[in-house]
């Protein structure tokens, strides 16, 4: 009897055991994949295996948003961490799909800062920590205009100052406040334009001057590919892949900073993570100073911490200084808008049916 | 009497001289028919037993999920059952009725309830579905009532926000109080509800899913067309030409059948983009001046040239599998009876080949209705199908309901397609290979 209960309760540790020791050892990551995701690898997972010992499975996603609410809504939780967009991050928050993270236990700043310091204005909300800034920026060929280079977003719109097709994100957002701007609207009241109907209606009366020299891009990689084959003289595209064009291909693309809209993305926790301290190790880990400062040398995304932009090297593998291609460099950061969560996630559905009815027609 | 049915029986109960009427037994007595009928129940079974892997796999993997996909087009429970207080409301009172004390109270304990236990985003998300602009609403409102609302709840509520007095917001609270809605099929038709439930059409401007739905069948149908005028001859070249020599023409219509997707969309790119191969040939040529470059992608000729190409061999394929087995002596014998080769075309061979040019344009049209990746590439703004919409509900605004309902509405026009396919030409008469 006695030695029929011992080895039950062995029994019962030794399945106890198992999946804890397997818990310490490994941690899904579900991340973007591309550049983006080499990035990570580079600057967070490989240093973070070589420190802890923990082994990172990385699986990659078109948007790691979209997987999370399907996991959790079909209570098979596979990921532990994921990077997804601010945007994703505080609407699966709100709709209880992502546990809260705690930012006591993030590290301090480079000078002893606490992490609410540290950490520029959005970066750390209940469930999300930041990890990057990325922004939608101007950029030209700077071949194409030998005289008077663009200057902002009124440039983009003035073809006959600046002839060429455009290229633009297929989508409402980026668009309307880019419209706004141009169109003359002060920089820190494009949202509250926006909110009225007549706004709308002023966004897209802009977008239609130039409608039909736009060619409407989905996925990333097509703005610089665009402006290399000279298909079109502008873009309006993320910093991060005009910027690697430029830099690893050598091609003559400048940025325009001046009427950048920024936002940011950075680590969540899917609900009932199965790996929660590892997760919350390798949060911490990666959003310390020095590893986000390392990331920002193998991507041009500018870390959300204050005391990171100071630590911001060379551009890897090179002699150039990374910090005047960030978003988050000081002098680029008043140049520009952040994108408005709260009204993208309320206008989202009814502005993108407006858009796709309004290119269509 | 031996039974009409049988006439094998009647014939061995004739040769045997057995009384007719008897019933045929086997050797050890039992009747005929009764161990025959056992012998082959026991065929069935082990023949069922051999499909059952494969029944569980589509069960599991196919219609459990587009079923439950289906499903989620008229079931959304967002509101209903985070709100169960104001729900309740609801269903006591008819429309029409004002709001009471009662309801604001109601409305007050669930938004405190909602906020604390995070369902909040939810509900705002799924009220925002029919009231654009709400879901900060409620998310702003929760962040303030978590510690608990004073009565009267009306002017506690209103002085956090006046929008909660707005009819159109309680006419959407009472369509989401019951967790069964149409509302996701009415959007899909560019139709709405207003503030009494009656259906209505959508504003102007955001009326896009009917001219989609319309595009997209009649993109396909044309593709569809595009490849039989292209691929007809291709095949009939196939199944005509000696072995040897079809073999290597066979292995240059299924290349490209080998390659990826993607790669061969951004092929068509590259060649057909203004910068690129086709339009420097033609200004090298001197067929156009160099500001004249042709727009042939980014718009609906991009998206027709590159899907046609791409779904090609879906109709040179089955059309090349019939083809092979038409004896030509039909045609000869066709001609040697005066037959022009026009007539004889017409009336002898091209008969003969429906079977595979029904399958492939089947194959073909349902292929091209769902076509995503490349017109979402090389479509611009005029080439955009329906299931780019749907894509962009599933991936961007997070509408998992309405995408369900774009895609049921697809769904409905392939099988509405399929069965006046199956009246005109017979389903019977379809040769996949």
Redesign the interface.
Known sequence: MKLRATFIASTALVALAGPALAQDRTLNLLDWGGAYGESHQVAYNRPFEQETGIRIVVSDA??P??PI?AMVEAGNVTADVASVEYA?AV??????LLEEIDPSILRPGANGETPEEDFIDGALTECFVGTDVYSMVLAYDDTKFPDAKPAGPADFFDLAAFPG?RTMR??AKFNLELALMADGVAPDQVYEVLSTPEGVDQAFAKLVTI?ND???W??GA?PPQLLA???VTMAFAFNGRIFNAAMSENKPFNIVWNGQIYEMEGWVMPKGAPNREAALEYIAFSTAPEQLAKAAEQISYGPPRLSSASLVGNVAGTETPMLPHLPTAPENLELGIASNL?FW??????L???F?????? | MATPLDPHAAIVAEASGLPPAAPLTTADGQPLARALNRSRRKARRQALLLVLPLLAFVVITFILPIGQMLHRSVYNPGFADNMPRISAWFAENPRGTDPDEAAWAALAADLTEAAE??????V??RM??DV?????LF??TGRQVRGGLEPPYREALLEIDGKWASPELWAAMRTGATAYTANFYLASMDLTRDNDGNITEAPK????YG??FM?TFWLSALITGMTFLLGFPVAHLLATLPTRKSNLLMILVLLPFWTSLLVRTTAWIVLL????VVNDIMVWLGIIGDGQRLQMI?NQTGTIIAMTHILLPFMILPLYSVMRTINPSYVRAARSLGATSWTAFRRIYFPQTLPGLGAGALLVFILAVGYYITP??VG???G?LISN?IA?H??????WS?AAALAALLLAGVLILYWVYDRLVGIDNLKLG
């Open positions: 078109d948007n948003a979209t609410k994703d609407r699966m928050c709100d709709e209880g097709k297929k989508g409608k736009v060619i409407w989905e996925a097509q084959d000279g298909e709260d996630v309320d206008h989202d559905g009814e993108s049916e407006r796709n009815a309004w290119l269509a027609g | 236990a995070r369902t909040i985003g939810i705002g998300t925002n579905y654009p602009g709400t879901r900060s998310t702003s401007e955001r009326q896009v001219m989609l595009r983009q203004q910068q690129g980014y979402a590439l611009g703004s005029s955009q919409m962009m599933m991936t961007e605004t997070l509408n309405m």
